[in-house]
């Protein structure tokens, strides 16, 4: 206890090292773990569902994609076999326009889902009560049931919300219940703000193309893991076997539903986050050691005189652990508040991703304070070894002969000085070199327009309601009508309407055959990702037409079947001949209709960091394969994009009130939205970037202010002999250069691994750029010469004859 109180006080009497060292460790500390709860938030923290060790996500696995969906047929299907595992529940996204009496229609996050979802993962409405069977079919499925949110935020959380009446896409639905705020934990589900049932039509329980069911299953008491397994991919198989066409070459799988929140290259990617910011740790460990044991040798006659008065190795030791101790306890409190502070960063961050605002919520449990608490502890064994080191090889004898001079460092402690410098700038290497080549793909990607302009562009959803447009002529009316509607507006250039736009790929790929060739194996056909356009959509969303001609008025659905594909597709397909005039058609199909390839335009890529490669392409007329769900585009000449927003929103609500326009905006700022995540991961590079260089800048200013201190001697000796100011400065900054340059070379070299880390991540990002490469090392070196200035400075002005009278 005696210790604890004389450590304390030491401390205190030094206010000036004690706080720079509490918060270069809580800085240090808190980036680190707040990164660890990035990690407890997405893979540590169980989903809050009852039984939750028995959940599993269901996945179709084809050779593009990993995590895909289903068909309706597929559900149907397995619903009737569902013994062999369990329960299994279906859904799928579906944006509603929801509308109540006297007031306008509004867009809602919505899923149609299986009568049996809730029960499935172990949630009951804290309201009312869940679907029942029945209304899982056309017609009894006009019933709803809201999220938390939903009901607190739209209902003014009103008690006798339930049995009330509203309009889901102009047809009246039933409330029958309210989901539990638990619910809607952010890594599944949180987004959604209205459910339910699927109530599929004839022509949806036949569809085996289109994969957009998600299932996910739970574990009967009776059934392993390994037997669900076993049972799902033999089902899989099986289903593969009937219906070849849709199902060759896929996989059905499962994932326990804990580790299925984050793909593999994401987990990865958090990882490196850790690793990181762990650098940022290191960095400042060094410090500290560095700071300490310039503390120590200070001390030195004091630990020399308790050796000459008897005292133990172990009674010298103490006090230097009782303050690297207190030291990482104080840092690790600080520690607390800094994450403390990220976690409501990451909450504002991620909610600027979602349209209704839904954040990420990280929490400060058990985990993350064990991390913390443990960070606490390697951090004071790592700066508390070093002076504790000095204190064991001091010899009481020569140290008290010299009045305690001479243990200002030894050649060795300056070599162990200059090393901790090199780690420091290393580590800082690797950390700025990342964030540099990070920042540089994001901004490459946001600014890449392959196949199209983003520049005075509007884009928006429409989502027609099948009661409202129950046949392709309502829809095909409504288009028509609209895009005119909208081409007369001032500062209209063009609209258009498609299945999907350019920045989030094209719509689902589809097999197709080639008329006058032999066909192939069924499922082993060509595949081209399918986009429906208007007849200006090439001229509204930029993308240049390479030869022949794109849709007009005259392409109906009476007209015969017209495509335009892609210049890779023409390339990979129609090597050395024209693609016009050729003939294609789906495959897989009941008949075979075939459609003359009339045009070739350029390839489109999406903006996705992830997703990036170019696909055969292929566009028909949308009049040709009506669907109610419509990508509005508008390009504006002589208006600035964000001042047609309000009349575009307001004519197409005119034609119908009950249809709200859903992400209704500017495409640049819709591309911003569509890489947010990886706009946010920039932030925190960049942010351990910085904190980063700036511990390392100032660890090199305090070892060359020490060793200036040591030599001023050797500097008075210098100017006494005729050297020049400059030439003092320019010793300093030479050795500090020095020190850096020897750090930036070990950097680079990590910083490799790092760029190979990103771009498994992130195959779209360019992250192989030596230019910004080199910007980071210059950086680098220029401010560690600016940290070396001010102590070159002073050893610029030190009067020779104080010196030599001082030695």
């Known amino acids: 206890m005696n210790d604890l109180r004389l450590t304390i006080k030491s401390l205190g009497r030094t206010p000036g090292f004690t706080l720079i060292a509490i918060i270069t460790l809580g800085l240090g500390i808190g980036a680190n773990t707040s990164m660890f709860s990035v990690l407890n938030g997405y893979m540590l923290r169980p989903a809050p569902y009852t039984d939750a060790n028995r959940l599993d996500r269901i996945y179709r696995a084809t050779q593009r994609d990993s995590r895909g969906g289903f068909s309706p047929a597929d559900y149907l299907d397995l619903r009737s076999e569902m013994s062999g595992y369990g329960e299994i529940a279906a859904y799928t996204t579906s944006d509603m326009s929801l509308a109540e009496p006297g007031k306008p229609a509004e867009m809602a996050d919505g899923l149609r889902v299986s009568a049996n979802l809730f029960s499935t993962l172990g949630t009951r409405p804290t309201l009312g009560r869940s679907f029942r069977p029945d209304e899982e079919t056309l017609g009894n499925h006009h019933v709803l049931i809201i999220s938390h949110r939903y009901w ?45 049932p699927f109530g599929f039509d004839e022509k949806e329980t036949r569809d085996r193309n289109s994969t957009r069911l998600r299932f996910v299953g739970r574990r009967s008491t009776t059934v392993s893991r390994g037997q669900a397994e076993a049972f799902i991919a033999n089902f899989g198989r099986r289903l593969a076997r009937d219906f070849p066409a849709a199902n060759a070459e896929t996989t059905w799988r499962t994932v326990a539903i804990d580790d299925s929140f984050l793909p593999k290259d994401a987990r990865g990617i958090i990882g490196m986050l850790i690793g990181l910011s762990g650098f940022v740790v290191v960095i400042a460990c060094s410090n500290l050691a560095n700071l300490l044991l310039a503390r120590t040798m200070a001390r030195a006659r004091e630990f020399a005189v308790r050796s000459a008065l008897g005292a133990s190795r172990s009674q010298v030791l103490r006090p230097l652990f009782l303050e690297s101790l207190l030291l990482a306890l104080a840092g690790g409190i600080c520690a607390v508040f800094v994450a403390l502070w990220t976690f409501d960063w990451f909450a504002v961050a991620s909610a600027a991703d979602n349209y209704n605002g839904v954040g990420v919520a990280f929490t400060l449990d058990w985990r993350v304070l064990g991390w913390a608490f443990a960070a606490c502890l390697f951090t004071a064994l790592a700066f508390g070894v070093a002076p504790a080191h000095f204190a064991l090889r001091l010899d009481p004898n020569s140290t008290l002969k010299s009045g305690g001079r001479g243990t200002t460092g030894d050649r060795g402690h300056r070599r162990f000085r200059h090393v901790l410098i090199v780690g420091q700038f290393a580590l800082a290497m690797v950390l700025l070199a990342g964030a540099a080549l990070f920042v540089h793909g994001l901004h490459e990607i946001n600014n890449r327009r392959h196949g199209w302009q983003s520049d005075h562009l509007v884009t928006g959803t429409v989502v027609l309601p099948t009661t409202t447009y129950p046949s392709d002529k309502k829809i095909t009316d409504f288009q028509r009508l609209a895009l005119e509607r909208l081409e007369a507006l001032p500062g209209v250039a063009s609209a258009s309407a498609s299945y999907s736009m350019p920045f989030f790929g094209l719509s ?86 075939w459609g003359e390839i009339v045009g070739v335009v350029g390839d489109v890529e999406s903006v996705f960091a992830d997703r990036i490669a170019v696909t055969y392409q292929v566009y028909q007329p949308v009049a040709q394969e009506p669907r109610p769900y419509n990508e509005i585009a508008v390009r504006t000449a002589g208006a600035a994009p964000s001042a047609v927003v309000d009349g575009i929103r307001s004519t197409l609500m005119s034609l119908d009130a009950d249809l709200p326009v859903r992400r209704l905006e500017t495409a640049q700022a819709r591309i911003v939205r569509a890489n947010y995540q990886e706009g946010v991961l920039s932030s925190i590079l960049s942010s351990l970037a910085v904190l980063g260089l700036g511990l390392a800048s100032l660890g090199v200013y305090g070892v060359i202010a020490r060793t200036v201190a040591q030599r001023t001697g050797e500097f008075g000796i210098r100017l006494a002999l005729g050297a020049q100011t400059r030439d003092i400065i320019s010793l300093v900054l030479v050795s500090g250069a020095k020190l850096a340059l020897v750090g930036c070379a070990i950097g680079v070299v990590g910083s490799f691994g790092v760029a190979r880390l990103l771009a498994s991540g992130f195959p779209g990002m360019q992250m192989s750029n030596v230019p910004v490469l080199i910007g980071a090392t210059v950086l680098l070196i220029a401010i560690a010469q600016i940290a070396c200035y001010i102590p070159a400075r002073y050893a610029s002005r030190i009067s020779p004859t104080e010196a030599l009278r001082a030695e």
């Open 152 to 196: 607190q935020n739209h209902f003014g959380a009103d008690p006798h919300i339930i049995g009330r009446t509203v309009r889901i896409d102009g047809e009246p639905h039933e409330i029958v219940g309210v989901l539990p705020a638990s619910f809607s934990d952010w890594r599944h589900l949180s987004w959604v703000d209205v459910f339910r």
């Open 508 to 593: 689902e790929a589809r097999k197709y055959l080639i008329e006058g060739r032999e066909a192939p194996q069924p499922g082993h056909e060509p595949a081209a990702a399918i986009n429906g356009a208007s007849p200006r959509y090439f001229e509204t969303v930029g993308t240049r037409l390479l030869s022949g001609r794109a849709f007009n008025e005259g392409d109906t659905a009476t007209s015969p079947r017209v495509f335009v594909i892609n210049e890779a597709m023409a390339r990979g397909l129609f090597a050395g001949e024209s693609p016009l005039g050729r003939r294609i058609a789906q495959a897989g199909g009941k008949s075979v209709e």
